[in-house]
């Protein structure tokens, strides 16, 4: 490889990039063919999109069902590569009674660095007796965010202790409505920055939005009766065990953070699915649901299970919940776009109440697999074909290999190859 043929790649156009990949990793025509055939997402659209673009990377596009979320039924789209998890959130939908929200105004956090002043904790006061100066006008600056209902909400501030001395952090809050918030939120933080200094004698360094949303979390709420709990293990079980069962799991996570990590990345599993199907910033949004997991507490599960008076199973999310109906990747990304449709929302906050929805939903599905068959049962069912296809079955050899390990309960790249085997030889 030259590294000299990569100086100002990206002045080139995708093709020429494209070309170059090829002839510098000594690219199979077959492999040529991934980089160059252009799927649903045009490349003209993915160069605007990031830096440096040779291809797009497709990730499968599936359907969770059975979603009845504030009395409105709901299909929601999932992207992601993990087997198992689509059908898990699905049925744990199903199993349940409805699932009911509350999801707070979407109001996001800019954070405003000040440093080397001569006094903050004097620096501070000043600033925030001209709060309400300050926020009236701010309303200047998006007169359209404005128009729709959002704009600055409210300004607060504390002085940081550091080794490099003390610190000034303003939080800018500001109701963004429909959007994810961060231009708007950036955009005020700058122009504000000037009368900032001056009432604080100090430097303004970081304006930056944060991704610990704590004025922008929506909860969940849902019911897992007795009766279908009992239905979707076929009675291995009583309904009434699988309650006591899904209670330990959750009693584990609570009590370790080992647990607890994997425990919520059960949740983000179709919370990631759901925002990055809808063009949002999973990435974001995952940062904010650690993080909030850990706010002001040690380390916790954004779930939490109990029973109710008829000894039924209640489950219970509550977690920051940032997304976006408008703005970003959701108008340039035309998948982002059909996912948005086949949703039919119409706000951030809705969007937001199918979140936490998914959230709970698939998080009571993994506990459930957990606590009774095992993990490993159901995820390796739906692995099976994939298996299949890597051991290298084709067409109907793929449904037969598949079957012939779940029935054998030894679904393994090993097995699969020897059934391969097996069948090519009758």
Known sequence: ???????????????????IIAKEFNLTPQEKDLLTKEGPLPFEVANRMIENVIGTFPLPLGLATNFLIDGKEYIVPFVLEEPSVVAAASNAAKLSSGFTTKVDEPIMIGQIQIVNCKNAKEGLEKILTKKEELIEGLKNIDPILVKFG?????????????????????????????????????????????????????????????NLAIHRKAKATTTWTKEKLEESVKGEYKGSEVVERILDAFEFAAATQFRATTHNKGIMNGVDALTIATGNDFRGVEAGAHSYAAYKRTYAPL??????????????????????????????????????????????????????????????????????????????????????????????????VAQKMVEAKEVTQINAEKILQQIRKK
Do not use: C, W
């Not at 199918?354 to 506990?367: F, R, S």
């Open 1 to 19: 490889m030259s590294k000299a043929v990569f100086d100002g790649f990206y002045k080139k156009s995708v093709k020429e990039r494209q070309e």
């Open 150 to 210: 959002g704009g600055p909400r409210d300004l607060t501030g504390e002085v940081l202790k550091t080794p490099r001395g003390d610190m000034i952090v303003i939080h800018l809050l500001v109701d963004v409505r429909d959007a994810m918030g961060s231009n708007a939120i950036n955009t005020m933080a700058e122009k504000i920055t000037p009368e900032l200094e001056k009432l604080s004698g100090g430097e303004v360094r970081l304006r930056i939005v944060s």
């Open 303 to 400: 779930t939490k299970y109990y029973k109710n008076k008829n000894g039924d199973l209640v489950g219970e999310i509550e977690m920051p919940m940032v997304l976006a109906t408008i703005g970003g990747t959701m108008k340039s990304n035309p998948l982002a776009q059909l996912s948005l449709k086949i949703l039919g929302v119409k706000t951030s906050k809705e969007l937001a109440s199918i979140g936490a929805a998914v959230g709970l939903a698939q998080n009571m599905a993994a506990l459930r697999a957990l606590a009774t068959e095992g993990i490993q049962l159901g995820h390796m069912k739906l692995h099976s074909k994939s298996l299949a296809v890597q051991s290298g079955a084709k067409g109907e050899e793929i449904d037969i």
